[in-house]
């Protein structure tokens, strides 16, 4: 799920991560807003696997849901993707994308890697690596792009008495953030020879930061929890690596799309984004409707794929829609825009289906959601929210869009997979499956 306002009005929960965004000052930030969510860490049972390494496969077998769709298959996904943050453009997006692009192929579709750019990416993350551990990291400000590996060197506030006169010759310095403003700490560690640094929070969360000059080696923050680790690494004087994009220019991020063998044509698409905002391992969202889209296209391949079902997981949504865009796009510029687009995004809280779309297909959805026995509502979207079924109804596609309702955790390090209620998760996939199956009746 998107928020269609201004970066600084992402949602209250996204600038309490965010807290002092773009900001060139190192005093304490204000408060965050009484409704923020206090910073977790992802709980879940996958979470003991290290980001990067091979994510555990839900087992393919037969679904023993009543509609042929598996609410613990879709589960597994949700465990597997949110570990970590899917923000557009980094290293933890390929990490998704080959997990998406490994399950697709075992169902035995064709599987196309979508890339696309974007400008004006208002994210700008990358990473900090240490023995394997790939930690999130925010490039600030001023800071070019590129990839630093050295040993690492604890700097204190990155002050005189930090530094204490040492030569940081090649080394990665690690700032505590405080005090100083945040180019005069670039600048200290810089005339003291160091090829690197990264700023660790003096408060729980990530933040975002403002040099407000040109940096010549990268320079990013990370969160006071990862930090932790960082910091203590620094002491020891063990190798760090930065990787960090540059915070101007093209972002390059990616879709994943899985067609029938030999079928280049799609009559239907079912879609959801699987990209996050930064410091949310992003369970619900949406995590949840990745899940629920890659189910649905196991249970409509048993026996072969389908025909002119096509299934589309995409990049960089919360930074505007653009992988639903990047692929409109090019559908219309083929004449092959399908009749049908199917949208699952936040679909593992709440209490109920709720159908979202002024169509035909909208209303067919709630009728047999309902005549199975699945409480489905007609809804709509928060006020100043989007999500990737818009690209398609802009260019006049028929669009249904699914989702559980409940947008509380999302956009926050709340929104993991323990949050997630198996119960309501399966039955949006009930009720996807319940139209998708007569979509399909009316295409053939």
Do not use: W
Request: proline share 9%; with cysteine.
């Amino acid at each position: 799920m998107t928020r269609r306002a201004p970066f600084a009005l992402v949602a209250p929960a996204l600038l309490g991560l965010l807290a002092l965004a773009c900001s060139s000052s190192d005093a304490p930030p204000a408060a965050a807003p009484a409704d923020t969510p206090a910073p977790v860490a992802p709980a879940s049972p996958a979470a003991a696997t290290p980001p990067g390494q091979p994510a555990v496969t839900p087992p393919h077998g037969q679904a023993s849901g009543p509609e042929g769709h598996d609410g613990d298959l879709a589960f597994a996904h949700v465990e597997a993707l949110a570990r970590e943050p899917r923000v557009a453009g980094t290293p933890a997006e390929i990490r998704a994308v080959e997990y998406l692009e490994a399950q697709l192929a075992s169902y035995g579709y064709e599987v196309e890697r979508m890339p696309f750019t974007f400008e004006n990416d208002p994210f700008s993350v990358g990473e900090v690596r240490l023995d394997g551990r790939a930690i999130e990291a925010l490039t600030m400000a001023g800071s070019p792009g590129g990839t630093v590996e050295a040993p690492a060197i604890e700097v204190g506030l990155a002050d005189d008495a930090g530094i204490a006169g040492r030569d940081l010759t090649g080394r990665i310095a690690v700032a505590e953030r405080g005090v100083l403003n945040f180019g005069t700490k670039y600048e200290n560690v810089a005339a003291a020879g160091a090829l690197g640094l990264i700023v660790v929070n003096n408060r729980p969360g990530p933040f975002s930061g403002n040099l407000t000059l040109a940096a010549r080696f990268p320079v990013v923050s990370v969160s006071q929890e990862d930090g932790a680790a960082l910091l203590e690494a620094a002491r020891a004087g063990r190798t760090l690596t930065i990787e960090a994009p540059p915070t101007v220019g093209a972002t390059q991020a990616y879709n994943v799309i899985a067609r029938p063998p030999g079928n280049a044509s799609c009559a239907i698409i079912v879609g959801g984004h699987f990209d996050t905002v930064p410091g949310a391992p992003g369970a619900n969202d949406n995590a949840s409707g990745t899940a629920n889209v890659l189910e649905l296209a196991r249970a409509f391949a048993l026996g072969g794929p389908k025909p002119g079902l096509c299934f589309a997981l995409f990049g960089a949504e919360e930074s505007g829609l653009h992988g639903s865009k990047a692929l409109v796009e090019r559908l219309r510029a083929a004449g092959q825009l399908p009749r049908y687009m199917v949208n699952l995004d936040v679909t593992g809280i709440g209490r109920q289906v709720e159908v979202i779309g002024d169509t035909p297909a909208a209303a067919r959805a709630i009728a047999l959601a309902s005549a199975a026995g699945i409480e489905a509502v007609p809804s709509q979207l928060p006020p100043n929210s989007g999500s990737d079924h818009m690209s398609f109804a802009d260019a006049g596609v028929e669009v249904v869009f699914f989702t559980s309702g409940d947008f509380s955790t999302i956009h926050s390090p709340q929104d993991v997979a323990a949050a997630i209620d198996r119960s309501i998760l399966d039955r949006v996939g009930d009720a996807a499956y319940l139209l998708i199956s007569d979509l399909l009746r009316e295409v053939d």
